[in-house]
């Protein structure tokens, strides 16, 4: 599905693949401009998944192509047999990384919901993409254990849990995100209304609230 009236104004700066054998001149321009890769990293329970359900809900209602890497969906998928460590962590992401960067490259808006908690890889992996949004999903760790949507924490708090983010692993926020939302002190609505201001210079606009 293609927004054809913001989004294929915009400068594409799409290059075609190494290996293509086919001239500039004889390749049909590309109507679609680079999608943008939205990247929701934060603790378990912060928001992650919630905040980028409800934004796919829009874009998708907008008329928008977007895909939704979800990192518990990805675990089922991509990354079957990935554990916790760090190694295995990182791999994870890049995979879900080069899937998005894919994705965006063809015009896609793609939401990825995961933990990432290492600071270096995240940054490895948004230097690929064509067009990027680092969104720092946050609370206080004593509100996720309050939320403890999963009952993860429990279990972790309980040592039942090796290596769990935040309480036994280490989780190192963005330095510099793109957009800091604290889900503590800010409504699903308001957040979503950062995010869709955020989307705007991208030319990502008319996407009406609910
Ligand atoms: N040890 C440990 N630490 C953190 N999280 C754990 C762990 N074990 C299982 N889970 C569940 O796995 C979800 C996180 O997977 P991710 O792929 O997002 O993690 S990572 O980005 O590779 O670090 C995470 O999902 P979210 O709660 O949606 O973040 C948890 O449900
Ligand atoms: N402003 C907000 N944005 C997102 N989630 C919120 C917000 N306020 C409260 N919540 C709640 O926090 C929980 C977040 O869970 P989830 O989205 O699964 O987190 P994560 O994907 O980061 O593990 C949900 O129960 C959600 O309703």
Request: aromatic share 6%; glycine share 8%.
């Amino acid at each position: 599905m293609e927004k054809s009236s913001t989004i294929s104004s915009i400068h594409t700066g799409y290059s075609a693949p190494a290996s293509s054998k086919i001239s500039k001149g004889q390749r049909r321009q590309p109507s679609l401009s680079p999608g943008v890769v939205i990247w929701f990293t934060g603790l378990s329970g912060a928001g992650k998944t919630t905040l980028a359900r409800a934004l796919e809900v829009l874009l998708y209602e907008a008329g928008y192509p977007v895909e939704h890497l979800d990192g518990d969906a990805v675990r089922e998928h991509l990354s079957k047999g990935l554990g916790f460590s760090r190694e295995d962590r990182d791999t994870n992401i890049r995979r879900i990384g080069y899937v998005a960067n894919l994705l965006a490259k063809h015009g896609v808006l793609v939401l990825v919901s995961a933990i990432s908690p290492y600071r270096s890889t995240r940054e490895a992996v948004l230097a690929e993409a064509p067009r990027k949004l680092e969104v720092y999903v946050d609370a206080p760790l004593k509100v996720l254990i309050q939320r403890d949507v999963k009952g993860l924490y429990a279990r972790a708090l309980r040592g039942e849990i090796p290596h769990f983010t935040g309480i036994s692993d280490p989780y190192e926020p963005p330095l510099n995100p793109d957009l800091h939302l604290r889900t503590d002190q800010m409504s699903l609505q308001e957040c979503l209304s950062r995010l869709l201001a955020a989307l705007a210079p991208f030319g990502v606009e008319e996407v009406p609230k609910r």
